[in-house]
């Protein structure tokens, strides 16, 4: 046990690696997407939210046909890959892509939050409660010469009742240095060693190593919720600008604004200031552009492509046409729709 130990105190080498299956969607990730907040927040072309994550998988399962080495090393890929990783610790990439409500925002933002979830309500109590027991396993073996059989039989059953409790499970847990935190700390709490002897310092050893798993879990999971944070408020920021744009041209289109010009309200009358006018809807095709994300980006375009027509048809003095076609309220129509069907985060 002493050995295990002490190998547990050795730091391991991060490895990365992507699944194959993934490599085509990394590189599209990579070359063909925009940022949208940082390294880890993107959006294509078609406004599709694409965002990184970092997932510890478990070595034996790091094989060559399914993964691909992100990692430098001076050795090929394929060899590296098919040797057992025991002094490593691999991390694959996944590359996660919006899908429901048909890829939009207000999805990406539940999907940000939910994983902050994860994180606050599930991972922090778990460490906090491997802390917390640790603490009280160093108070009952102060005096460990005292501490009796019957004590220790107590001490194992609490700390699986613990674990219980906040859903520990150290056989189903994904991470290895939850699966040992664990393991060390009902092994600790049984106060002997591998052949069964009463050993305080073997047993100081096993805890020392699980809390130390525990403030390096813990200062994972603050970097993790820090990530997702920055990824919300990213998408936040990109949901309000893309809303503000779509509600001002909106209100360009309205009534009593671009159709009651005198252009359209007299399409039989001479025309004048076909310059202007034709400026101010081409600014107008330009902010519906700007947009990055779903649903706005493909409303904005699709409304952008009815006021190019609007374009086209002035130039042409054809002013008749666009009143009768109600070209203003058809772009002004798909704004509505997507604003008002979007008009929440968080839907009844």
């Not at 002490?6 to 490599?23: A, I, L, Y």
């Not at 400026?279 to 649903?295: C, D, E, F, M």
Request: aromatic share 8%; net charge positive.
């Amino acid at each position: 046990m002493q050995n295990r130990i002490e190998q547990d105190r050795r730091p391991r080498q991060e490895v990365f690696v992507v699944s194959k299956n993934q490599e085509e969607l990394l590189e599209y990730f990579t070359k063909h997407c925009r940022f949208i907040y940082g390294p880890d927040l993107k959006a294509d072309i078609a406004g599709n939210i694409l965002y990184r994550t970092w997932h510890q998988v478990k070595r034996e399962k790091v094989e060559p046909e399914a993964y691909s080495l992100l990692s430098g090393t001076r050795e090929k890929e394929q060899s590296y890959l098919a040797r057992p990783l025991t002094t490593k610790l691999p991390y694959e990439l996944r590359i996660n892509r919006v899908r429901k409500e048909k890829g939009s925002v207000e999805a990406g933002i539940r999907s940000v939050e939910h994983a902050l979830e994860t994180e606050l309500e599930k991972e922090r109590p778990q460490m906090g409660m491997v802390r917390g027991r640790i603490s009280e396993l160093f108070d009952l073996f102060t005096d460990f010469s005292e501490v009796t059989d019957e004590q220790l039989e107590e001490a194992v059953g609490e700390t699986h009742r613990r674990l219980a409790n906040v859903g520990f499970d150290p056989q189903k847990v994904v991470l290895e240095e939850k699966e040992r935190m664990a393991n060390w700390l009902i092994k600790a709490s049984g106060g002997k060693d591998s052949i069964e002897r009463k050993n305080r310092l073997i047993i100081m050893m096993a805890l020392e190593a699980a809390n130390r798993r525990a403030v390096k879990r813990e200062r994972g999971i603050g970097e993790t919720v820090s990530k997702f944070v920055r990824m919300r408020e990213g998408l936040r920021f990109e949901r309000a600008f893309s809303r503000e744009i779509l509600e001002e041209v909106r209100e360009r289109l309205g009534p009593q604004r671009m159709p009651a010009h005198y252009l359209f309200k007299y399409p039989e009358k001479p025309p004048q200031n076909i310059v202007i006018v034709a400026g101010i809807l081409n600014t107008s095709r330009w902010q519906l552009t700007q947009p990055h994300v779903k649903p706005y980006r493909p409303a904005g375009m699709e409304a952008g492509e009815v006021l190019g027509e609007v374009v086209d048809l002035l130039r042409e003095n054809r002013r008749g046409e666009i009143v009768e076609r109600e070209l203003f309220g058809q772009a002004r129509g798909i704004l509505e729709e997507v604003l008002d069907t979007h008009k929440d985060i968080y839907p009844k």
